[in-house]
């Protein structure tokens, strides 16, 4: 396989990534988190990281739009819930590893 193609293969396979995560608003941040060490905030900061790499100025909340497909805060008073006692003992844990 050449450069190109892989680089286009795994570009499809990050937007549908994206697009399994915006259509799974049910997923919270923090289950991601918990679960895989990763979540929505974590890929659109790579989002932002790879924009500069390339020398493409990209703001935090930039990144996060152009990840999550609206405004942050939208996303965030739509579909993010409050964290229960047992996800954040969870994401504690965790973090001490």
């Not at 193609?5 to 995560?21: K, Q, V, Y």
């Not at 918990?34 to 493409?56: D, H, K, P, T």
């Not at 703001?59 to 739509?78: I, L, N, Q, V």
Request: charged share 35%; with cysteine.
């Amino acid at each position: 396989m050449d450069d190109q193609t892989r680089l286009e293969i795994e570009a499809a396979a990050f937007r549908t990534l994206r697009d399994h995560l915006r259509n799974r608003t049910d997923v919270q941040n923090i289950d991601m988190m918990n679960l895989a060490g990763f979540c929505r905030n974590c890929l659109s900061r790579w989002v932002q990281e790879a924009a500069e790499e390339r020398g493409i100025v990209m703001s935090k909340e930039e990144a996060r739009e152009a990840y999550y497909g609206m405004p942050y805060a939208e996303w965030r008073d739509r579909y993010q819930t409050e964290a229960t006692a047992d996800q954040k003992a969870a994401f504690a844990a965790r973090e001490e590893h």
